[in-house]
């Protein structure tokens, strides 16, 4: 399998789960994942949330953990990736306000390299226009972001564990999703394990 040089955009209060477990499973499978916040350089950390579904009318927040950034924002170049993740959370409301955040996400979506989107991740795609035409998933609140950038929305089933790949963008409703999306992601990536 080849090595592949996965970008991670994440900001304070990213979701828990969807940035710890997807940087783990790349980084299991051997990919090199650089992860990074606007503002903050290497050898920092973000704050994280965990999101549960306990039956109110939208997701519950608790604190996370602390999660550790590998690499600086303001020395990246995205021409040196092969691969973007978005992770959900609070984090992409407002990292999307940041100029490079958008110019790094456009490269990606102008490159057909792939990308990664989960939950409100996807806010970061709509802020970059890089969805419209596609087939996309978000966790649904996101909906009317996604059908006003030109782009379908595709509903999580009961459990919010399917996703959807269109062209180089793997999108997912949530965390429960993480097999699936990761998955597709993988395939779209190019890496494949065998038993």
């Known amino acids: 399998m080849a090595v592949k040089r996965i970008l991670m955009l994440v900001g304070d209060y990213v979701e828990d ?8 499973m790349l980084v299991m499978v051997g990919h090199a994942v650089s992860t990074v916040c606007p503002g ?34 303001d020395v990246i170049d995205p021409a040196n990736f ?3 993740v978005i992770p959900g959370g ?9 100029p490079r955040v958008i110019e790094i996400v456009k490269h990606f979506g102008a490159a057909k ?11 970061v795609l709509v802020a970059a226009d890089v969805i419209a035409g596609c087939q996309c998933m978000a966790y649904p609140a996101v ?5 006003r950038a030109g782009a379908t929305y595709v509903a999580p089933n009961d459990t919010f564990t399917n996703a959807v790949t269109c062209g180089n963008i793997v999108t997912a409703p ?10 597709q992601f993988l395939e779209l990536l190019g890496s494949k394990i065998e038993a």
């Open 17 to 24: 789960y969807e940035v710890m477990v997807p940087y783990q």
């Open 40 to 73: 903050k350089k290497a050898g920092e950390t973000v704050r994280t949330a965990v999101h549960d579904f306990e039956g109110d009318q939208t997701y519950s927040e608790k604190p996370g953990h602390n999660f550790g950034l590998n690499t600086d924002f």
């Open 82 to 84: 092969d691969a973007l």
């Open 90 to 98: 609070r984090a992409p409301e407002y990292i999307r306000l940041n």
């Open 113 to 123: 390299k792939p990308i990664a989107a989960v939950c409100h991740g996807q806010q």
């Open 143 to 147: 909906q009317p972001d996604i059908e």
């Open 174 to 183: 949530a965390w429960p999703a993480h097999p699936q999306w990761m998955r």
